[in-house]
């Protein structure tokens, strides 16, 4: 098969096919004739020309593309992802087959691949029990206020003690004040836990709100089938909010973060970056008239430059920055062809990245206090139609960083892009195809005889085109041959069928398959034959495996996507909250990996130790108030309430004291009449004065 790409020059009945490399040499000099055409026109003071940062941010792109395109890049990756998960043939393979004349079957092996690692990740990370949490600081400061308080309440112990006459040595003033500090760093520790569950669910609850775990089902999908996979957050939105007052709908503009999925055909970066974060980032989106109108009432963008988009694109649209890819992905994701672009789509180009401070001085009017050193570069966010930008602004980040988070199924040193399981399993998929196509060929083949018909032999009128069960045959000629045989005018001869040869090579091809991506094709609902699989615990082996295997990519998703993006929520929180339930002292801690390895096995182990200490001696040590900790924790790992299911613990001492009353009350009900009893009373423990006394 040729390596080459075809392209569509048809005339006078050739074709005509442009090597790789050739044709990535005209695209690169089609995009220098674009650049040297607008360098042109900026040069001719053309009003309308791109301004010096719009020019910029072009100038990179176009940078950014043509890498992407050529021979380093990966476009023809995304597309032949895109589709082996579809399950169609290149134009040009395509063209080969219908050549032949065969069977234009695929074996989509690859789709079924994603299908079961997007399932195993789904459980990982899109399920009740969160893969993620904040850590409390493990050694809080006390409040000032409190430390106070145990000053306050150690002079006045040592005041009593002094004015009664005894002497108070500096070992139990030292004592004592330790006591009462380890008190209040233990109280402090209790309370940093409680205000780490509180950020927990306000944090997830803006996750929920915004979208961030719809936006990671989506990134799920695209992980294990591209290069690279792309999740994008947060951003502040103004989005329409209804609110209820006196029964009345009431409708308000309210800010909101929300994170989408970016797909990896619509997103560029600084070639040669080794990680995502040290990279500028462009982002390609699609807005409707609508969507700029709305702009026109937000503070922050270009009143003027707005206009001027709606007036000279709002009518038909605009498509530029175009992909050489971009038709033919339109295809397959069932989508209008851009170049067409009937429906009046507006391209957007963002831009995240460092640009020179003069030049946004000069351009955009950023002052002094915004930019201290001109000749410094400073990270900004920019939005670009055409050659207006309709919006800047310096970048918000603490961190300085784009939000964009980007990982791969399979990571490869030195480069955000990884690979896909299309890029694992091309080889195997190729074969499987030619070994199913080859298989349906065969068996239409060797399905019925074929005919030999001598023409020359047959009669007048007789074609041998028309066959029928007690046909008449009419020939002419002398059938007789030397040696006593006949010579038959039809004849018939079976084709030799090779189904179970090539069917036993298909079956390899999956077993290949599911060694090299390690999803075994039982995670998709198949058979999985003999061996284990054939028990309920033998299945529940492999798929135990099977999640082992995944433990890799589930730390590329801990360490690139989930850390990066919930600590920065975490920071933006820090930025806005006001509450004083955050401190800054937390820690996110991301668990995708342990709930992938430890989920069942830590539940058991959980259910174990409830068992275990379910003994007197270890009530004795931990309590009715620790035993009632435990329960609340394993209530809520196996899906219960447990606040609803067990007491609280202000309910548990009442209880308890109640049942020490009663109990009282009925030893003193026997001990009527008979000797009492004069020593202290049970319940009264020893209490430790400044002193050391009891």
């Known amino acids: 098969m040729s390596n080459t790409i075809g392209s569509a020059a048809i005339g006078g009945g050739n074709l005509r096919v442009i090597p790789g490399g050739a044709l990535n040499e005209q695209i690169a000099a089609k995009e220098r004739a674009d650049y040297e055409a607008r360098e042109a026109a900026t040069s001719e003071g053309n009003d309308r020309n791109y301004d010096e940062v719009a020019q910029f941010i072009q100038t990179k792109f176009d940078q ?9 890049g990966w476009t023809t990756r995304l597309m032949d992802a895109l589709r082996a998960f579809n399950g169609q043939y290149d134009a040009q393979t395509l063209a080969e087959i219908r050549a032949f004349g065969g069977s234009e079957i695929y074996a989509r092996l690859i789709a079924m691949k994603c299908r079961g690692a997007t399932s195993l990740l789904r459980d990982i990370y899109l399920t009740p029990d969160r893969s993620w949490g904040i850590n409390p600081p493990a050694d809080p400061d006390v409040p000032e206020d409190i430390m106070q308080k145990v000053m306050m309440l150690v002079e006045g112990e040592l005041a009593a003690m002094q004015q009664a006459g005894q002497q108070v040595p500096a070992s139990a003033i030292r004592d004592r004040m330790q006591q009462l500090t380890m008190a209040a760093k233990s109280a402090e520790k209790k309370a940093a836990r409680n205000r780490a569950a509180q950020a927990q669910d306000k944090i997830d609850e803006l996750l929920n709100s ?30 329409p909010t209804v609110k209820w007052e006196g029964g009345r709908p009431i409708t308000k503009q309210e800010p909101r973060l929300f994170w989408n999925r970016v797909s990896p055909f619509d997103i560029w970066w600084t070639p040669g970056v080794n990680d995502i974060e040290d990279a500028a ?16 009432d937000l503070p922050g963008y270009n009143q003027e430059n707005l206009r001027k988009v709606l007036d000279e694109y709002g009518r038909g649209g605009l498509h530029d920055n175009t992909d050489n890819q971009d038709s033919e992905r339109a295809v397959y994701e069932n989508r209008e062809n851009p170049t067409q672009n009937v429906s009046g789509m507006i391209t957007c180009l963002e831009f995240h990245g460092n640009v020179q401070g003069r030049m946004l001085m000069e351009n955009y009017g950023f002052t002094a206090t915004e930019i201290p050193d001109p000749i410094r570069d400073y990270m900004v966010q920019a939005w670009m139609i055409g050659r207006y930008i309709i919006k800047i602004q310096l970048s918000p980040s603490p961190r300085k960083r784009h939000p964009y ?26 074969v499987s195809n030619a070994t199913l196509r080859s298989l349906c060929n065969n068996m239409s083949m060797s399905s019925g005889p074929q005919v030999v018909v001598r023409d020359d032999m047959l009669a007048g009128g007789e074609t041998g085109n028309e066959m029928h069960p007690w046909k008449r045959w009419h020939v002419q ?15 018939f001869f079976q084709p030799t069928s090779n189904a179970s040869e090539l069917l036993g090579i298909y079956s390899r091809m999956g077993e290949i398959a599911d060694e090299l991506s390690a999803i075994p094709r039982h995670m998709s609902g198949a058979n999985p034959g003999g061996g284990a699989g054939r028990t309920a615990s033998g299945l529940a082996m492999l798929m ?18 989930m850390e990066p993006a919930l600590t920065g929520l975490y920071e933006m929180l820090m930025l806005t909250d006001t509450s004083g339930m955050l401190t800054g002292d937390e820690n996110i801690r991301v668990m995708g990996v342990n709930v992938a390895v430890q989920r069942e096995t830590q539940r058991a182990r959980q259910l174990e130790f409830l068992q275990i200490t379910a003994n007197p001696v270890d009530a004795q040590i931990i309590g009715i108030q620790g035993r009632a900790k435990i329960l609340r924790a394993i209530s809520n790992e196996i899906g219960l309430d447990g606040e609803g299911v067990v007491p609280p613990d202000d309910q548990l001492a009442a209880s308890m004291q109640e049942a020490k009353q009663a109990g009282m009350a009925d030893a003193g009900g026997e001990a009527q009449g008979g000797q009492q009893d004069t020593g202290a009373s049970g319940d009264q423990g020893p209490r430790t004065n400044i002193s050391g006394g009891q």
């Open 64 to 72: 950014y593309k043509r890498h992407r395109n050529g021979s380093s």
């Open 477 to 491: 000629g002398d059938m007789a041959m030397a040696g006593g045989q006949t010579q038959k005018p039809i004849d």
């Open 405 to 430: 988070f980007i990982t791969s199924f399979e990571k490869m040193p030195g480069t955000p892009v990884g690979n896909g399981l299309p890029d694992i399993l091309a080889d195997i998929q190729q």
């Open 544 to 561: 135990g495996n099977a999640s082992k295997m995944l433990q890799t990519v589930a730390a590329n998703i801990d360490r690139d996507v």
């Open 281 to 296: 980032v462009i982002e390609r989106s699609q807005l409707t008239r609508a969507d700029i109108n709305d702009l026109l």
């Open 210 to 239: 915004g979208g961030f775990y719809k936006a990671m089902a989506e990134f799920l999908v695209d992980l294990p089938l591209f290069p690279f996979a792309v999740i994008k957050g947060p951003v502040v939105k103004i989005v």
